[in-house]
T-cell receptor
């Protein structure tokens, strides 16, 4: 398993501002991912956080809006930039220790943009 | 593009009943299929993972099956309890360990 700490757990933000979400894992992991869960919807992959290089974004997500850092094998951040009410969602960090193995998730960050 | 569907969308059962949740996926080229539980406002808890070469996995009262050729997986919950009330999500793993999630089944087990 993996112990994943995600901060903050929730926040209410003004439109036009930015929020950085942190994801800390208890030990080194190969792969880290960021997902979004919009209200009443299932999870959608935003990007794969690559250690030491730029993140790989899924269709519909861009670096300017969701910059991601991954400075080492246990930590990553996701920034939601220039927020609008449409960005109100739960953002979840996920890790996988090895290829095609079990995925584990943090408790999520519930973001409300007003 | 992989699409994952779950039926039913919602289910309400009396305590003690056995139940089956269904998951279907359009692209059979998956590496594994994972079932998760999500409590309201919370993250995901991994329940079972079935590798593409496997037919089923069991953990306690939970049993998950996988039929890759027909694009189907089922989660069987035996002797349901109120504490089982949650949303259950299935996810198919494709290349790069990327998960495609289903739409979820919201389960309520009543006393």
């Amino acid at each position: 398993s993996a112990v994943i700490s995600q901060k903050p757990s929730r926040d209410i933000c003004q439109r036009g501002t930015s929020l950085t979400i942190q994801c800390q894992v208890d030990s080194q992991v190969t792969m880290m991912f960021w997902y979004r869960q919009q209200p009443g919807q299932s999870l959608t992959l935003i990007a794969t956080a690559n250690q030491g290089s730029e993140a790989t974004y899924e269709s519909g997500f861009v670096i300017d809006k969701f910059p991601i850092s991954r400075p080492n094998l246990t930590f990553s951040t996701l920034t939601v930039s220039n927020m609008s009410p449409e960005d109100s969602s739960i953002y979840l960090c996920s890790v996988v220790r090895g290829l095609n193995t079990e995925a584990f998730f943090g408790q999520g960050t519930r973001l409300t943009v007003v | 593009k992989q699409e994952v569907t779950q039926i039913p969308a919602a289910l309400s059962v009396p305590e003690g009943e056995n139940l089956v949740l269904n998951c279907s996926f359009t692209d059979s080229a998956i590496y594994n299929l994972q079932w998760f539980r999500q409590d309201p406002g919370k993250g995901l808890t991994s329940l079972l993972l079935i590798q593409s070469s496997q037919r089923e996995q069991t953990s306690g009262r939970l049993n998950a099956s996988l039929d890759k050729s027909s694009g189907r997986s089922t989660l069987y919950i035996a002797a349901s309890q109120p504490g089982d009330s949650a949303t259950y999500l299935c996810a198919a793993t494709g290349g790069g360990n990327k998960l495609t999630f289903g739409t979820g089944t919201q389960l309520k087990v009543e006393l």
